[in-house]
């Protein structure tokens, strides 16, 4: 197929598993990067209708099966990670990791501190509506910038995202390019007190040195935990993954981690399809515990095989 000319990198046949976190997965038909708004636009415009296209953050909350997707996989690169503040307005490119956004703004004495320990970049946050603490992406999100299916820049509102429990709406083959945040005011040697007690107790409770994609399923309460002594864990996804006696559970290469059994964890030699079975294994073994049904967060795409 011809495709459009671009100024970015456009590579065929790109292997995506050195992309993502869990560190497996086949090939995109198409991977693009753009070198800036103007060429993904472009590139979007001339790009035929009956091709698919899939935007990639950094592949931290991705499985991206065996035989590889058949679409352009768009991925933002360094002209889409820039970072300005106007009064307590911070403006974020979708490229930009969340935890370098938090802590940017805590240097300029704003409160994006709920960032620090999400895993991913900004589209992405925004794409899940990321939360930690009791905080989401919603509760600070101004406005949305993303380029269409046919190349146009569209601003949207949290209202046109529809932000739901580790949800946003956004069109199929739209892509995220930035986004404004409305932070409160904070003293920076505080906000960064405050980051690092998070990722203090992050690293005390989740297998921050293995291959994840950070949270597996969605908790069935429709809330992440809040951090507070008067958490309630009877709906959280971990403790019916305990319950159903799935802790340290393995299929292959793929283990739900003993630390905090609602991590899948590639132990080395995990194949998609491995992570994958455990996964709907665990789900399985839940509904018979509980008789709840977990629902994946962790983004499964492409085909089997």
């Known amino acids: 197929m011809q495709m459009p000319e671009v100024r970015g990198t456009l590579t065929p046949n790109r292997t ?33 209708k009956d091709v698919s296209v899939f935007p990639m953050g950094v592949g931290s909350n991705l499985i991206v099966r065996d035989g590889g997707i058949r679409a352009v996989v768009i991925r933002m690169g360094r002209g889409f990670n820039g970072l300005s503040i106007e009064g307590n307005r911070v403006t974020v490119g979708a490229a930009m990791l969340d935890s370098m956004a938090a802590r940017k703004a805590a240097a300029a004495g704003l409160d994006l501190t709920f960032l620090r320990t999400i895993p991913g970049s900004i589209g992405g946050a925004i794409r899940m509506n990321a939360g930690c603490y009791g905080t989401y992406v919603a509760d600070h999100l101004v406005s949305a910038q993303a380029v269409s299916r046919d190349g146009e820049v569209v601003t949207l509102n949290p209202e046109d995202l529809q932000f739901g429990y580790r949800h946003s709406h956004l069109p199929e083959g739209w892509v995220l390019t930035e986004a404004v945040f409305e932070a409160p005011a904070g003293d920076p040697e505080e906000l960064e007190q405050k980051m690092a007690d998070q990722l203090a107790k992050r690293d005390a409770t989740q297998p921050t040195k293995d291959r994840t994609a950070g949270s597996t399923f969605r908790n069935p309460a429709g809330f992440s ?65 509980s008789g709840l049904e977990l629902e994946w967060e962790v983004i499964r795409v492409g085909d089997e095989t």
């Open 16 to 48: 995506l598993a050195d992309l993502t976190w869990l560190r497996v997965g086949g090939a995109a038909d198409w991977f693009f990067q753009p070198a800036d708004l103007e060429d993904l636009c472009a590139f979007l415009r001339a790009l035929s």
């Open 225 to 289: 935990s809040t951090g507070r002594a008067d958490d309630v864990h009877d709906l959280k996804a971990w403790k019916l993954i305990d319950d159903a006696g799935m802790r340290g559970a393995t299929v292959g290469g793929a283990q739900m981690s003993p630390k905090h059994s609602n991590f899948l964890v590639n132990t080395g030699n995990a194949t998609a399809s491995d992570l994958e079975r455990l996964g709907e294994l665990v789900r399985k073994s839940v509904f018979q515990s």
